[in-house]
Structure formats: C-alpha cells, structure tokens
C-alpha cells in the first residue's frame, strides 16, 4: 500500500518488525508470534554455528537462516559464501516446510552451489562441506520433483571433540 508507514531501526533503516510464526511467516502487528534473533548482530562463527544448530533442531528454519545471514554479511569477505550458503539451505528448508516445493528447490540448490566454493572457510569452522552439498543437492531434487522432503535438520558441524564432521543428514 502506497505511502504505508515502514518499521524502521534507530538508524533509519527498514526492518520488519511484525511479529513471526516459527516458519517465519508474518502474522498481525499485536499477535503472538515467536521469538526472533536481533538483525545485525556480530557472533563469532562458533556461536553462529550452535546458534542456528539449535534454531534449525527446534525446527525454526527462518530463524536460523537469519542468524546465518547476519554472519554472511558480517563476517570477513573469504566466509561470504560459507554463510551465504549456510543461509541458503536453512531458508530453502523454510520453504520446504511451507509446502513451497519450487522455492525450497530453487533456495536449496543455491545453497550447495553456494558451499561448493567455501573450502577453506568451512574446514576452519568444522562445517561438514560434502555432507552439506549432497543433503541440499538431494532435497533439491526431492523438492523440485514433488516428492515428499524430509524435513529433518542437518548437523552443520562434526561431533564435539573433534573427528570427521558428520555427514549433513539426519541424525
């Protein structure tokens, strides 16, 4: 609507400040809605990481995707597309979610492609790169043939105490 008034931040910046439901989908400005991460914050990886793990394990795509989002246009330019990526797959499994097959394939896909040029930002923050790549390559697929996907988180990193990172698929 033409001339509506726009949330905006202390900066003068737009923000959206409707409330949100877990998928992320607006509700009403006064309802209930679930709580968000603050834009723009500055977390080092490893607590973007556990930050957007236990979004994502809560089943809480959108939010994780936002705390990923706030790394990828934080965090130094040779991360961009591992945060970039990370974004990706958590708001293509957002869409998935939601039902939205083209969307969740589009967003998934981009994701992988998005991880497949992270390298050496991914093996120094323990994100499990190939498992990544292959979980969003194969809801890809699944989504944009219409097949039901499965919704279940992938681990972003390897195990607590080292080792190889475990394959980003379903525990």
């Known amino acids: 609507m033409a001339g509506a008034a726009r ?5 003068g910046r737009p ?16 309802s209930a809605g679930e709580p968000r991460a603050p834009e723009g914050v500055v977390r080092t990886p490893e607590a973007t ?8 394990d809560a089943g809480r795509p959108f939010h ?13 330019d040779d991360e961009r597309d591992l945060w970039r990526g990370l974004a990706q797959l958590a708001v293509g499994l957002t869409h998935a979610a939601r039902g939205n097959g083209p969307g969740a394939a589009t967003l998934l ?3 992988a492609r998005s991880l497949g040029t992270a390298g050496a930002a991914a093996a120094r923050h323990g994100v499990d790169l190939a498992g990544l790549v292959a979980w969003g390559e194969e809801l890809s697929g699944a989504a944009a043939s219409g097949a039901p996907v499965d919704l279940t988180p992938p681990r972003l990193t390897g195990p607590a105490g080292g080792g190889a990172p475990v394959v980003g698929r379903p525990r």
């Open 49 to 56: 990481l556990r930050e957007a793990q236990a979004l994502l």
């Open 64 to 76: 994780a995707h936002e705390v990923l989002e706030d790394a990828w246009k934080t965090g130094p």
């Open 7 to 11: 949330d905006r931040d202390e900066a």
């Open 15 to 30: 923000r959206n400040a409707r409330p949100r439901d877990a998928l992320g989908r607006p509700l009403p400005h006064g």
């Open 109 to 111: 896909a981009r994701g």
